[in-house]
């Protein structure tokens, strides 16, 4: 098929890329021309067509869906920016699913859609709601990034186009971001969480797109068994391979987040997708630390993890 993924160089997106070229699928990737995602291009080599625009701007999605055969649509400003701008990620990721769905369906043979949302959307889950969440369970706004995701889902189903949404879990980057966020202090410990690897992720939407027995479904995207843990633990284990001394647990909230165990079992007979434990992913991840990283982290980690800990509204109320 010729392909294309719209939001290319983000951390599904390129995942997406590596799976649909391994399946020998001709793909056009679209997303913003910027430096980090030239660069990113730049790893491709010819492999890709690049289609450089804006999802706000109709014309450049017109030009991006002409002649493919499938749409994978990743694009989306995710938290902390789409709680601190909402009105303008709204415009991308409301705006911009609907631009991109009027575009493909101008198309002479509209092509079919995979798009990707969240388990977010079913809200906060405590330790009094059942795991795991299905496809079934209804969703709930909690913040702008849900309402969002609500949203884009409904215009997808109602679009009239051949569809399958993917609620994705919690996606393990293949590196994590060296930019510390306060927004990390809003899981609880307790949190059951499920994680999926992004290149398991990269698979499954790969997989979608040529799965006809996925046309108009709902599949939760989750690592599955061997990624659920509690958020204490990823936190204990990730702060171990790189040397950084954990947190009191007053630092964190004690409010349920959105995440959870999924039932990820249809999605799984269905794409064929969880290749990755935790366990997996750690190993890879220790590889990606440059050595002297855990040796300056034992000697500064200390008044670092002090620095950070100071950022917690929840420490400082609880110390209060």
């Not at 098929?1 to 997406?16: I, K, Q, Y």
């Not at 649909?20 to 980090?36: E, I, K, M, N, P």
């Not at 890879?284 to 950022?311: D, K, N």
Request: some cysteine.
């Amino acid at each position: 098929m010729r392909v294309l993924v719209a939001g290319a160089f983000g951390n599904a997106g390129r995942s997406a890329l590596v799976e649909l070229l391994a399946q020998g699928h001709r793909v056009r990737a679209f997303d913003l021309r910027t430096r980090a995602n030239l660069r990113a291009a730049r790893r491709f080599g010819d492999s890709l067509e690049l289609s450089w625009g804006d999802v706000r701007n109709p014309l450049d999605l017109a030009r991006a869906v002409e002649g493919v055969d499938a749409v994978a649509h990743v694009a989306f400003v995710i938290p902390p920016e789409s709680e601190r701008r909402p009105e303008w990620a709204r415009e991308i990721n409301v705006t911009g699913t609907r631009n991109l769905i009027a575009a493909m369906q101008a198309c002479p043979r509209p092509p079919r859609l995979v798009y990707t949302s969240s388990v977010s959307v079913t809200g906060p889950r405590g330790p009094e709601d059942e795991p795991p969440v299905t496809a079934a369970h209804p969703t709930k706004a909690s913040d702008a990034y849900t309402a969002h995701k609500i949203e884009t889902e409904a215009l997808v189903r109602e679009s009239g186009l051949g569809w399958t949404i993917l609620r994705l879990g919690m996606v393990l980057p293949a590196e994590l971001p060296m930019r510390f966020h306060p927004m990390t202090f809003d899981i609880p410990e307790d949190q059951r969480i499920e994680g999926v690897h992004t290149r398991d992720v990269g698979l499954a939407v790969a997989n979608a797109l040529r799965c006809d027995e996925a046309l108009g479904r709902i599949l939760l995207i989750g690592g599955g068994a061997s990624c659920r843990l509690r958020m204490g633990e990823f936190r204990a284990r990730v702060a171990e391979l790189f040397g950084m001394p954990t947190f009191p647990a007053s630092a964190f909230s004690r409010e349920p987040y959105y995440t959870d165990f999924m039932d990820t079992d249809e999605a799984q007979r269905l794409l064929r997708f969880q290749r990755h434990s935790f366990d997996d992913y750690l190993e890879e991840l220790r590889a990606t630390v440059p050595r002297l990283v855990p040796i300056v982290l034992r000697v500064l980690g200390g008044p670092i993890a002090r620095r950070l800990l100071a950022r917690s509204p929840h420490h400082q109320t609880q110390a209060g």
